[in-house]
């Protein structure tokens, strides 16, 4: 059989089905949902970075208050030794005592600053003047202090007056504690006075 000579029916050809006429499309939806995306995309990228901002300012909180913790620790290890002398400390101005005298260790005592202000009283410094404590956990390294004797009072004892009592000596003595937390950056000094009388 020829191919050329076979005939189509009008039953085999494809019924002409119109179809319906397209209509001009502009992308509108496309053009809103990239849109929309990009919104989307842009609450989402700064909620994260908002997200990770609080998490850092979290933990700069944490580590300030281990160091903060630290420091108070070693105020108190300081004010428990200071309980513990049966008699006044001996003091001295090239640490060779645990007492040191006021201001000795003033890099620059007319400049008018204390000494702690000074810019070289680095953790260098600490390491080699500072008494250490241990037992603080979580902290890169252990907390020190350093106890100054301030000021000595005799009398103005208005308690004993009269009576033919004895003034009781009071020693005011400075603590000072350096601290550091997780992070070397993170640093706490912290003073506190410490009356105690001695016979």
Not at 35 to 62: C, K
Request: charged content about 20%; proline content about 5%.
């Amino acid at each position: 059989m020829n191919i050329d000579s076979m005939k189509i029916s009008p039953m085999n050809k494809m019924p002409n089905v119109r179809l319906p006429a397209r209509n001009k499309q502009r992308g509108a939806v496309l053009v809103f949902c990239l849109v929309f995306l990009a919104v989307l995309t842009m609450m989402g990228v700064s909620g994260m970075e908002s997200t990770i901002l609080e998490e850092r300012m979290s933990a700069n909180m944490r580590d300030q208050n281990l160091a903060f913790q630290a420091a108070e620790s070693a105020l108190k290890r300081a004010e428990a030794w200071l309980v513990a002398q049966t008699t006044l400390p001996a003091t001295s101005n090239d640490g060779t005592t645990p007492v040191w005298l006021q201001d000795a260790m003033d890099p620059a005592a007319a400049d008018g600053r204390y000494w702690w202000d000074h810019a070289n009283i680095t953790p260098t410094w600490w390491v080699n003047n500072g008494t250490t404590i241990v037992g603080v956990d979580d902290v890169v390294a252990q907390p020190r202090y350093i106890i100054e004797e301030y000021v000595t009072v005799d009398s103005g004892n208005s308690l004993g007056t009269g009576s033919g009592e004895i003034p009781t000596v009071r020693v005011f003595h400075r603590i000072t504690a350096a601290a550091v937390g997780i992070a070397t950056t993170t640093r706490v000094t912290l003073q506190s006075t410490f009356v105690r009388p001695y016979d």
